[in-house]
């Protein structure tokens, strides 16, 4: 019995052992094959300077050695090593990826090629992925001057920050302004290494939207730009009071009247003139007066009182002067005719223009 039982246990063993070394046979003959554990990498946002390093994980899960035979990346900005090139079955080797972000001026993305003597695979592909943001952040952004007067021009401040260097340490920003009309008055250091820039509107500044950009660089980093916007409106100071008038004959008192150029300062009118539909209805004047010029608008002598109601809609232009004239258009009504007033339409509001400087010698 005991015989027996040693018999059954030996031949059992001697099976196992066959079939073990059956399996291993089979795995040597398998042939090379190229594993990864991961084939991608996002180094996120990176700083210009910064030197950027990943390890990728080889491993080779056939059952010959596994030869890397190249590996090839798809920028020369790359560099790619592995650190052993035969690499034996179940075991792994490590290739390291590093790359020099000062050479990159705008978001990247890569392609490491690793070609091997895997026969279903020979060549298997990695990916690198990094953004490069600015050196330095600059706010507010937008830059908003808001409704400005001519009388009371405001400055607006901005902060621009440097990172990853001391505060006392590194040149100043360069500052463009792509609008004559807009430019910089200063530029601080201040104690915690910020630059306090303060922007300002100049005196020649049109009337109107104003819609520009300011572009902030450094010398050290020459392809990184922020560019900013700066908005607002400038209103014109210069208008006519009352905004609009009116002439009716044979009413008392309303032969001639009278509107006062606010905001021209000692600025010249220089040329003052009636439209063609009121022209041979009204004469017009200018005269000075502590609150500025006032054009004066006077029916001619010689109207006659019409019959029927006649009602003449025109306007008197006042190019008033400076570096930059400026066309003030003042609504004109004129009845010559029975009836009320109050039967006219309301004419629309003075408004201001920019002139050309050949309009303002014509």
């Given at each position: 019995m ?29 042939p ?39 590996v ?43 070609r ?11 990916s ?18 808001g ?38 008055a ?5 104690p915690?290494?910020?630059?306090r ?31 900013i ?34 905001g ?15 022209a041979?209805y ?15 608008v ?10 029927r ?23 004109v ?5 029975p ?24």
């Amino acid at each position: 019995m005991w015989t027996l039982r040693r018999t059954v246990l030996i031949l059992a063993a001697a099976v196992l052992a066959g079939a073990a070394g059956g399996l291993l046979r089979v795995r040597a003959h398998r042939p090379p094959r190229v594993e990864l554990a991961e084939t991608s990498w996002d180094f996120g946002q990176v700083l210009p300077g910064a030197e950027l390093r990943h390890t990728f994980r080889i491993q080779n899960t056939g059952g010959q050695v596994l030869q890397v035979l190249d590996v090839r990346a798809g920028c020369a900005c790359l560099s790619a090593e592995v650190t052993d090139s035969a690499i034996a079955p179940g075991e792994e080797a490590a290739l390291v990826i590093s790359f020099g972000a000062p050479r990159l001026r705008t978001d990247g993305a890569y392609e490491v090629f690793i070609r091997s003597n895997d026969l279903e695979r020979p060549v298997v592909s990695l990916s690198i992925a990094f953004s490069v943001k600015p050196p330095f952040e600059v706010a507010p952004d937008p830059i908003d001057f808001g409704l400005v007067r001519r009388s009371s021009l405001p400055a607006r401040r901005v902060l621009v920050v440097r990172r990853g260097e001391p505060a006392d340490q590194g040149p100043p920003p360069d500052l463009v302004v792509d609008d004559p009309h807009v430019r910089v008055a200063s530029c601080e250091r201040t104690p915690a290494g910020t630059f306090r820039v303060v922007l300002e509107l100049t005196e020649a500044a049109p009337a109107g939207p104003v819609n520009c950009h300011v572009d902030v660089r450094f010398a050290e980093w020459p392809g990184m730009v922020r560019r900013i916007h700066i908005v607002g409106k400038l209103l014109d100071s210069v208008r006519a009071v009352p905004d609009a008038l009116m002439l009716s004959l044979p009413e008392p008192g309303r032969s001639e009247a009278k509107a006062t150029i606010v905001g021209a300062g000692s600025q010249e009118l220089m040329k003052v003139a009636a439209s063609s539909a009121i022209a041979d209805y009204v004469s017009v004047d200018c005269r000075q007066s502590p609150e500025g010029p006032v054009v004066i608008v006077a029916l001619r002598p010689g109207i006659a009182r019409t019959r029927r109601r006649k009602v003449l809609s025109g306007n008197v232009t006042v190019i008033v002067g400076g570096p930059e004239p400026r066309a003030l258009t003042i609504p004109v009504v004129v009845v010559t005719g029975p009836g009320s007033d109050s039967q006219v339409d309301r004419t629309p509001s003075a408004t201001v223009a920019p002139v050309r400087p050949e309009s303002v010698s014509e």
